[in-house]
């Protein structure tokens, strides 16, 4: 709470939980082999959203509306944080990490490129990144940053150009996120 002390607990059912994203002061989270959850107003237990059992991945936000990656399927949308999540017809991919830079939303493909759709709408089009093994994604101020599992953390600077390597130490990084100045 607050960016300080343990983490604790919130007490909900064991699941393959992947993917977090807020929406106002709600909280969703995806699970793998699962459906998309969502608590209300960030507090009491997270409640099932009905949505189709996939192996969804990676959350985003973009205004009022929700975005899901699935591994080995599309990308989804819940316009206006409410409704079902809607297929957007984006090519089979192992589609992992999301995150949003001004109205533009980016995701990474596991053992393939990023992605970028710009200003909220059409395909996600390849920015044309050396196939890695492409996982978390996060913001801070004009720069996108993403990590790559058992590999290297990546930035693209004012969100152009190529992703460049911050030479970290290789590690299984998975989730990337950003408090105030600082990524984690």
């Known amino acids: 709470t607050g960016g300080t ?5 919130l007490g909900q059912t064991s699941r393959a939980w992947r993917g977090m994203t807020t929406l106002g002061t709600d909280v969703y989270a995806c699970v793998y082999n699962g459906d998309i959850y969502k608590q209300t107003g960030g507090t009491g237990d997270f409640v099932e959203l009905g949505q189709t059992s996939r192996d969804w ?20 949308k819940q316009t206006g ?55 978390g994604m996060t913001t801070l101020g004009n720069d996108v940053y993403a990590c ?18 911050l030479e970290q130490t290789s590690r299984a990084w998975y989730g990337m996120t950003t408090l105030g100045a600082d990524v984690y």
């Open 57 to 76: 991945y990676g959350m985003t936000t973009l205004g009022n509306d929700v975005y899901a990656s699935v591994i080995g399927g599309d990308i989804y």
């Open 148 to 165: 790559v599992f058992n590999g290297d953390i990546y930035k693209q600077t004012n969100g152009t150009g190529n992703f460049v390597a």
């Open 5 to 9: 002390g343990d983490f604790v607990e």
């Open 81 to 135: 944080g409410t409704g079902n999540f809607v297929a957007l017809e984006q090519e089979t991919r192992n589609w992992f990490g999301m995150t949003t830079l001004g109205t533009d939303i980016y995701a990474c493909v596991y053992g393939g490129d990023i992605y970028k759709q710009t200003n909220g709408t059409g395909n996600f089009v390849a920015l044309e990144q050396t196939s890695r093994s492409w996982n």
